[in-house]
């Protein structure tokens, strides 16, 4: 397996504040933290599995720096785990994965444009963990997990959102979200740190849809690259891709305009966007249509219709490279842990998996896995 320099990550978890008493602590927690990640990474899904699958791999323990025959039982394990800090361990993470891309110039830019969406445990919630949804931050190009906050069940992503922005560096980055945080209060959130938003509009603010869909009426469906609205003379900004996937072809296209500016109140508005996405089925001749409608930020100058168009299929990343891979592969969704900090402080941790992973080059993950499920020990050599 190919090993590219993770920044020693098993030094950077012996940042996280240690909620354990000294006297009687016999693991130190670096190497707890490790083991789970290294566990997660060789197939297993939980802590208990972990925690007796361990106990058949000395060579292991000893790599990850234990002194002492025995690695911690799972109840050792759930004793830690839920007294753990989230924001600690997520600070840590997250200060991890930028050290890991600022050392490495074949990852720059990698994190100019992120997605931030929401997750629920589904598991989790329905045995009554006090948190069982989190907001991440995923980069758009690696599938990595910035950082991610938990959502208690008393409030909702709105203001997580803003708080969530705090936590990791927005300057020169551009922000996707769904529908559900286009909102105002965050808009201006990013423009005070520096950052850019592209965001999707509907009818949760009605009157700024109408506005944006009344612009694109008079617009015809086919333009040339360089053209005009119809009745404002502004310039519109289009991008077309063409493409086969799942036995149909997908036709998108992207107009950008500047002409609603001055009319809407937004914060850092710089243009409004109208996204056309067609299917057609070769064989049937069905064709379906989608339109839909958005904002940003970006002036013509900073993104063009095309890295437009490439930043909203971009947002997707958040549910395929990251949201996916935990449910699937990694067996979060099934998770039934719900004892205070665990729930989302084993999301970091399989996070960090993926990271070490991504950061490694590996684009089989399921593959890799078993592979390292059976040489756990050389698992270890992307963590050091």
């Known amino acids: 397996m190919t090993r590219k320099s993770s920044c020693h990550l098993i030094d950077m978890l012996a940042e996280v504040p240690d909620p354990r008493n000294n006297k009687g602590k016999q693991h130190p927690l670096n190497s707890i933290l490790a083991l789970i990640v290294i566990g997660f990474m060789c197939g297993h899904k939980g802590y208990t599995s972990i925690a007796t699958w361990a106990r058949s791999q000395p060579a292991l323990a000893k790599a990850l720096g234990w002194t002492r025959r025995k690695t911690p039982c799972a109840a050792t394990l759930h004793n830690l785990l839920k007294k753990l800090d989230t924001t600690a361990v997520e600070k840590t993470l997250t200060e991890w994965v930028n050290r890991v891309v600022q050392s490495r110039p074949d990852l720059a830019g990698c994190l100019d444009a992120v997605a931030i969406d929401g997750k629920t445990m589904r598991a989790s919630k329905k045995c009554g963990a006090a948190t069982s949804c989190l907001l991440s931050v995923v980069s758009h190009q690696l599938g990595i997990t910035l950082t991610q906050q938990g959502i208690s069940d008393k409030t909702n992503e709105i203001p997580i959102s803003i708080e ?221």
Not at 198 to 224: A, E, R
Not at 247 to 270: M, Q
Not at 363 to 370: L, P, S
């Open 164 to 384: 969530i922005l705090k936590a990791f560096d927005v300057s020169d980055k551009v922000i996707t979200t769904d529908a559900l945080l286009t909102q105002k209060t965050f808009c201006q959130a990013i423009i005070e740190r520096d950052g850019d938003y592209v965001l999707p509009v509907k009818n949760n603010h009605p009157d700024l849809y109408d506005d944006i869909q009344k612009l694109f009426q008079g617009v015809p469906d086919t333009l040339s690259e360089n053209t005009t609205h119809p009745l404002l003379g502004d310039p519109i900004y289009t991008h077309e891709t063409y493409e086969k996937s799942h036995g149909r072809v997908e036709t998108r296209c992207i107009k950008a305009t500047t002409s609603l500016n001055a009319y809407l109140d937004w914060p850092g508005i710089a243009q409004v966007i109208q996204y056309r996405y067609i299917h057609k089925n070769p064989n049937t001749a069905e064709e379906k249509t989608k339109v839909s409608y958005g904002i940003t930020s970006l002036t013509p100058k900073e993104a063009s219709a095309e890295r437009l168009l490439k930043l909203r299929r971009g947002h997707w990343a958040i549910e395929n490279k990251s949201h996916w891979m935990r449910d699937t592969q990694l067996g979060e969704d099934a998770s039934s842990v719900r004892c205070g900090a665990m729930p989302q402080v084993m999301a970091a941790l399989r996070n960090t998996a993926l990271a070490v992973f991504r950061f490694a080059g590996v684009k089989r993950i399921a593959d890799t896995m078993k592979y390292y499920a059976s040489k756990p020990k050389l698992a270890v050599n992307l963590i050091n």
